[in-house]
């Protein structure tokens, strides 16, 4: 981990003594905490919300609170912030080296096959919609593909010691979103 950074998503992070902790990033001073010691445990915090519902979308802004995760190591950190986001790291390490990770969304909706294939049909302004409904409201990546040459909507910029999420394609929320669209479009072509 480059150093200097402690924030990634909804999780703030550090060490202290021999031990790396990390939580979510509204817990900073709240007592009282469950604490956790495997990083393998961040699998099941980050499968469901303060209700108990089941996360489909692991970088949807409701990563449950109340938790401290403290490990041995920093393989065990990177571990853990793998589980409750996977592939940041991974992307983030990528972007640092300059490496493309994305593609136009047309070349992703283009490569789909069974069902999805479909999703090759949705138009520009459907895609910058679900990109709207899904993604702006409802997911904390910063998206890199591009619509007609542009992301869908801005990057922004982020806090001083925060590790960026990124979106380097379409996932299969978007594709499903995609794939319902073109559906009801030819179910009523009217509308
Ligand atoms: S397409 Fe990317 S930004 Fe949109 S919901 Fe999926 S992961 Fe989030």
Redesign the pocket.
């Given at each position: 981990m480059e150093e200097g950074f402690c924030k990634l998503g909804q999780l703030e992070f550090g060490v202290s003594g021999e031990k790396f902790w990390v939580r979510h990033v509204d817990d900073a001073g709240v007592d009282g905490l469950e604490i956790f010691s495997n990083s393998h445990d961040a699998i099941a915090i980050a499968a469901t919300d303060a209700h108990g519902n089941f996360r489909p979308?692991k970088?949807a802004p409701n990563l449950r609170r109340g938790w401290e995760l403290a490990v041995c190591g920093l393989g065990e950190l990177r571990l853990a912030l793998d589980f409750l986001y996977p592939a940041a790291l991974g992307n983030w390490r990528a972007a640092l080296r300059g490496e493309n990770l994305s593609h136009s969304l047309a070349e992703t909706l283009g490569r789909q096959t069974g069902m999805y294939r479909i999703t090759a049909k949705l138009d520009s302004a459907e895609a910058l919609g679900i990109?709207k409904s899904?993604?702006s409201a409802?997911?904390l990546?910063r998206?890199l593909w591009t619509v007609d040459g542009t992301p869908p909507r801005s990057t922004g910029i982020c806090e001083a010691g925060e590790i960026p999420l990124l979106?380097t394609d379409?996932?299969s929320?978007?594709l499903g979103e995609a794939r319902r669209t073109v559906k009801s479009r030819a179910v009523n072509p009217a509308g």
């Open positions: 979308l970088t990109a899904l993604c409802g997911c990546r998206i979106c379409a996932c929320l978007f």
